[in-house]
């Protein structure tokens, strides 16, 4: 079963910096891609980023473009969020996932990290 840990969650001035880390591990799987996406109180899980494990290619939500930055290590399994410029509308619980088409085939997600950006 691929299993992910996150870390490098916390409490950030605005303006300030923090940068997110998610290990995928659990046996033997080919991943297609990993992301993040994020969720405040009363608001839907939002889609953040992503990156294609194959080719790094990567896509941003709109609000994040030109401040946060994912990239991936692929010898450690491991998919970085680099957040600059922090917003207090940052502030959310962020989650990490991993997909792999198969085979075998898996979506998994890691039990959030808590940012808080405050003003």
């Known amino acids: 079963q691929v299993q992910l840990v996150e870390s490098g969650g916390g409490l950030v001035q605005a303006g300030g910096s923090l940068r997110l880390s998610c290990a995928a591990s659990g046996g033997i799987f080919t991943t297609y891609a990993m992301g993040w996406s994020r969720q405040s109180p009363g608001n839907d899980r939002d889609f953040v980023a992503r990156?294609?494990?194959?080719?790094?290619?990567?896509n941003y939500a709109d609000s994040v473009k030109g401040r946060f930055t994912v990239s991936r290590d692929h010898a450690k399994n491991t998919v970085y969020l680099q957040m600059n410029s922090l917003r207090p509308e940052d502030t959310a619980v962020y989650y990490c996932n991993a997909v792999g088409i198969g085979p075998p085939a898996f979506d998994s997600w890691g039990q959030g990290t808590q940012v808080t950006v405050s003003s």
């Open positions: 990156i294609d494990w194959s080719n790094g290619r990567t």
